[in-house]
Each structure stands twice: as structure tokens, then as C-alpha cells.
């Protein structure tokens, strides 16, 4: 799970700015503080903020960090993310960090970086009182050191190890965690623990984006489509099932010729385990192609709603509104966030959808004591600012400031009443977080008439 996350000099984040889940005294949803390691953390948080106030730059910030993890080397253009409005920051290096829970552990990881130069990079476990080395990577008038936690560099062999590492084999725009945990699998567990985290444990998802493939993960993991039938139905999308429909890409693609068909089989036996998906051109459903007994099958979505007589009629998913497929596409998210040991940090977690629906959805997972996973988003839904859905600790604003920088708080900065009305407070600008517009008398529209 996500414990606290700092960055500085990238996007519209200035100064070293932190975010984090350390809860307060507040006695609201107990349930809601996870204890791992003697260290208390929240598996909730919603982040407010005016437009262009650095809610996505959080989000984004987080996802260049993974991203950079997985692939294992610094983005090219450094200078494109750097904080732009200052001339001191754009010789300054960009520096992340990030805490966090991996397998009965608890890690803290740090990079810091300018052109192509990875400047230092941190990996720590991380106690209640102090840390212990697992590496720390240092480039100092362009000479590379590495060190490593005390037991290993006891050895004289990791000891040239390491020399051979820091002068050879790891390049100065490579990261240290990416490369042992690629070239060196098994042989540093604290490294592995704490890249899988990254690849397997942390979720972001965009506004824009899509699961892919979701009529083959319904199809293939019925527990997930049982929890998809029981969800539905209650969010009042007029759905009453949702079933996966299989054909054969004959039958599917009616005028699909035999040349075509012949290309997307070979092309997908090459990858027996991959599938494609394709999406229609104007109303945007989703079809999935796999590869199955010799043949080529398309899968896709269905919904049934209940006609006048109380019989089921199908629909695809095509005809359905954006928020439904939208609803449809968090499916997955929703599951693992109820059922698995998971952290999804969604960015406008409300887009295309109904206020009352998106409330109802998140009382279900802020309600939900047996619920495992954690759950970041940002929105500007005010209706989700009830101290019976979230705590005052679980709420966070961002706020630019008037040098173009993002600074991000917590309600708990504020002493809040339990009983406060914490929606109207923030609509009527208390906490901030909201835009600040100019009077509309200021831009004459009063000139401008309307003609009938």
C-alpha cells in the first residue's frame, strides 16, 4: 500500500511537496486505518482542486515514476517536466520519492535526476525509528558510486561486484532497481519485493483509459463477472445482467474477407495467449479477437434490461451511455479493491458519471470493512465531501499558489467539528480548492444580447 509520495521540481510542483495517508485522531471509520509494521495508514483518499490546480501532476508524477521503473531508464526530455516557471528551477534536478508496503515489508524509495544522469537513487527499508540500506546510487562530478546494505559489502566478491557495477555495467540513465531486479532476479529479495510492488500491486488509470479486453476477463473469471451482475443492477443503469457473447469471426464480421481472416489468424497464432481488441468507430464498444481451438472467436459485451413484460432484452454495450461503459470499465478496479491487496490511484474518478451513482460507489468501498485494497482518485464531486464516506484526514486539496506553483494539503489542517457540513464549507471556498473566477460583469457579456 501507498504510505507518502514527495516530489519536487517536476510538472507544477515547485518545492518539495508531500502527500500522505498518516491518519489523525479522528474516531470516524476506524475501519478505514490499516497498522502494518507498527506504522498506521489510510486506504482512502480523495484529492480537490480547481482546474489546473496539480490534482493530475500528482497522479502523473506517480505514474513517470512507474513507468520509468518498469522500463528501466529516464525519460529523454527531462527539461519538458521540469517546473517552468521559475529560472532557478530549470537548473535544478527533478526528485521523486515514495513509501510504501510491499510483502511484509515497508520501503522507502527515492530518485534524483537532471539529463540523462540519475543523480542519486534510494532504496531503504523502512522503520518506525530508522532505516536500513538496501542501496544508495550517487553521481558526483560525473563518477559513479554504489553502495550496499553492510552484510553484503562484507564479502571481498560484492565488493568488486559492486566496483564492476558503478563503472561498467550500469549506465548512468539506468535504473539501479530495474537493472538488478532484470539481470540479477532472486539474488536481492528487498529489490524484488519492492519493483514487483510497482509492477503488480500499484494501479494508475487515466481519464481516458480502458481495461482492454474486458469481454475476455469477464468470460475468463467468472467470480469476476458474478461481482459485475451484483454490482450493476444496484446503480441504477437500468441493467439487469451483463453476459459475454462468443462468435466466430466469421459469423461476426459478416463481410470480412477470407484474406483478412486468414492475416488476423496468423498474426494471433504467433501470440497464443495474446487477444486484440478492436473498437467500433462510432460508438465506441469494444470486441475482443483471441485465438482458441484452431480458430479465431470474437468476444463482446451484452447487456439485458428489463422490458414492459418483465422479459429480458439484450443490448450491446454500444448503446449504452458513456457513464454505463464507464461503470463497466471500473469494474475490474472495483473488484480488486474490494477483494485484493491492491492500490489504484484514479485520476477524475467521477468523469461521464452521475453524481448520486459515483457516491453510491464510493460509500460502498468506504463502508466495506472487509475490503483489502486502497483507493486514491481525484474529483471535483463535492457530494463526496460527508464525513460519513470519508474521513477528514482522507480529504486533500490542491491549490495553485500565485507563482504558478502546486501545493497540496490536508482537511486536517483545519479543525473540523465532527458535525460540520464539510461540502458547503468547501463550495464556499474555507478550505480552498476551488477556482477563482472574475466577475462576469468584468468581461461585459452584459453587451451581448440573446436574438430569438
Known sequence: MLIRFVAKNIFSFKEETEFNLFPNKTQRLQHHKVIKNDVEFLRLTAMYGANGSGKSNFIKSISLLESMIENGKL????????FKLSDKNSSEPISLGIEFYANTKIYYY?????????????????????????????VENGTQTINFYNEYEADEKNKLFIEVLAEKLLQKDELLISFLNSKYKGEFPD??????????????????AKPGGIAQILDTKPSL????????????TGISKINVQKKRIEDFFEDLDNKKIKTLTEDLKKSPDALSVI?????????????????IFVKRLITNHLNDNGSEVEFSVGMESDGTKRLIDYIPALNDIINEDRVYLIDEIERSIHPITIKEIITKISLDESAKGQLIFTTHESCLLDQEILRTDEIWFAQKDIDGSSRIYSLSEYNIHNTANIENGYLNGRYGGIPFLSNLQDLNWHKYEVSN
Open 110 to 138: 527515492s530518485i534524483s535526476f537532471d539529463s540523462g544522469v540519475i543523480l542519486n537513487e534510494y532504496l531503504a527499508e523502512s522503520r518506525k525509528d530508522s532505516d536500513t540500506l538496501i542501496f544508495d546510487r550517487n
Open 279 to 295: 473498437t467500433h468507430s462510432e460508438t465506441g464498444e469494444e470486441a475482443t479477437l483471441i485465438y482458441e481451438d484452431g480458430k
Open 75 to 82: 525519460i529523454p526530455d527531462v527539461e519538458d517536466i521540469k
Open 191 to 208: 529489490i524484488d519485493n519492492s519493483h514487483n510492488w510497482f509492477d503488480s500491486t500499484l494501479v494508475i488509470i487515466k481519464p481516458d
Open 225 to 236: 463477472k458474478d461481482f459485475a451482475n451484483n454490482l450493476i443492477p444496484t446503480l441504477n
